[in-house]
């Protein structure tokens, strides 16, 4: 039978090699998938919690790779790898890197120079890796949890609250998100911002 995926707006599809990455057979629908990563996810937290982590340690290509790892190694064979192909959205893979050290460095300056108020910095670093893509999935999850570790680790304040809501599941929390996203992407940061801290 296998892996049966429904998106909904603003998910990357898998393809067919990306499925075949699946750790556990047994997951055939949605709710099931959306379940086992959420453990997994809830483990990465909790590794992000319970660890000191230095500026140079987060700000890195390493870093990146090796969260999206703990949020989804045990169900993915690929997590923590930048993806091999082209999606609906995001950079042209053969770019990821040298996207993601560019966004590295600017994130270097703009702490170095104090560019942004910390919340901001936070959530441009986290919209820029989320628009560069660099996983086959779990982009915005991974993004979202950049983003805390940021202001938690290198600013020492609490991490966001994301509206408390599941924002992977279809609804107005989800639509407010990416509503927010979109701002973003047209220049208007602080809708993401007010979502980020809501």
């Known amino acids: 039978m296998g892996l049966n ?35 997994n996810i809830e483990k990465a937290i909790e590794w992000t919690l319970n660890r000191k982590f230095s500026k140079e340690n987060i700000i890195s290509e390493d870093f990146v790779r090796e969260l999206h790892k703990k949020m989804f190694g045990d169900v993915w064979r690929w997590a923590g790898e930048f993806r091999k192909s082209e999606k609906n959205l995001g950079a042209d893979w053969f770019q990821i ?68 809501a599941n924002i992977t599941k279809k609804g107005e929390t989800r639509s407010n998100y990416l509503n927010a996203i979109r701002a973003a992407d047209n220049g208007d940061i602080n809708p993401l911002i007010e979502f980020a801290k809501s």
């Open 5 to 39: 995926l429904e998106y909904i707006g603003g998910q990357t599809p898998l393809d067919d090699e990306e499925r075949k990455g699946l750790l556990i057979p047994s997951i055939t629908t949605r709710e099931e998938l959306d379940e086992f990563e959420q453990q």
């Open 97 to 164: 890197e040298t996207m993601l050290r560019q966004l590295n460095d600017d994130c270097y300056f703009w702490i170095e120079n104090k560019t942004y108020q910390e919340e901001e910095l936070s959530i441009r670093y986290k919209h820029r890796i989320v628009r560069i893509h660099c996983f086959a999935n779990g982009n915005g999850r991974h993004s979202r949890l950049m983003g805390d570790v940021l202001i938690n680790h290198i600013f020492g304040k609490p991490v966001f609250t994301w509206s408390h």
